[in-house]
């Protein structure tokens, strides 16, 4: 016999073959069904879950989880908070990219603009200037 999900452990009732719940929120997970179910409601959940396509209920049901733990751990911008700071991040490591390849554009000039004035400069002074 099959345990329960934590859905239906949440509803102490008998888990159907085919609960809704059992593939997303198992047992041994009961905090992930409770945080979703304070947020959406578990008919609003079977519902969501009903309506996407099977190959996507998976992610869905992270997705959905995710989002309440942020609602919870921050009442007032949930998910948004953590979107937010992921951008800055995001921003901040293209602005230190942009000065990184500004800096390897300079130092390659650099080089380049050394290696034309020994190459000019060996053109202009005699060979024995080299070798004494």
Not at 27 to 56: E, T, W
Not at 60 to 68: G, I, P, R, V
Not at 103 to 114: P, R, S, V, W
Request: proline share 5%; charged share 15%; net charge positive.
């Amino acid at each position: 016999m099959n345990s329960r999900c934590a859905a239906c452990k949440y509803f102490r009732r008998r888990c159907p073959s085919d609960c809704i719940f059992s593939p997303y929120f198992p047992s041994n997970d009961p905090q992930r069904f409770a945080c979703v179910h304070k947020i959406y409601g578990a008919s609003n959940i079977a519902k969501m879950l009903q309506q996407i396509p099977q190959h996507l209920k998976a992610e869905a049901a992270n997705s959905m989880y995710f989002e309440a733990w942020c609602r919870l751990a921050d009442p007032e911008y949930g998910c948004v908070k953590t979107i937010s700071l992921l951008r800055q991040q995001i921003d901040h490591a293209h602005s230190q990219l942009a000065i990184i390849q500004a800096q390897i554009t300079f130092y390659k000039a650099q080089i380049l603009g050394d290696n034309n004035q020994t190459q000019n400069a060996d053109q202009w002074l005699p060979a024995s200037t080299f070798h004494k």
